[in-house]
């Protein structure tokens, strides 16, 4: 019998962006995949963010961001995880995020960028093979 525990994800919506069909579909399908998820809704702040992330003890934070300000408000979730000690937060993104920021974005502490049309499967796959395991 398998007892391990399923993979915990917050997704969340960092800013002022008020779409978030493309989060819903995302924290949706990674639960089908077998995830617990936690959905923190529209209009989180960074602080906000982490402070779920900490409470729920999730393995991985999914931010999504179509407004443009994708690269002050990841880097801020990463600073603020990692000042918190949680730098072993798988962090993964999700939006309209120009090519051009994805480097950027890395060297802050995003592991994953997935644009628009990623398959929930390859994401839930990315995340199997990126999270580190819970003791």
């Known amino acids: 019998m398998d007892h391990k525990k399923p993979i915990k994800v917050l997704i969340a919506k960092p800013g002022l962006d008020g779409h978030d069909r493309g989060a819903k579909v995302v924290a949706l399908g990674l639960r089908d995949q077998g995830m617990e998820v936690i959905y923190t809704g529209l209009r989180q702040t960074p602080e906000k963010i982490v402070q779920a992330a900490m409470q729920e003890d ?3 934070v999914g931010l999504s961001c179509l407004s443009g300000a994708h690269k002050h408000l990841f880097s801020e979730v990463a600073r603020l995880l ?4 949680m730098d072993d937060v798988l962090i993964i993104a999700g939006g309209i995020i120009p090519e051009k920021d994805i480097p950027l974005l890395k060297e802050k502490g995003v592991s994953g960028v997935f644009g628009p049309g990623t398959s929930i499967k390859k994401i839930a796959q990315y995340i199997r093979e990126n999270v580190k395991e819970q003791v």
């Open 58 to 60: 999730v393995q991985v």
């Open 82 to 85: 990692k000042e918190r000690g």
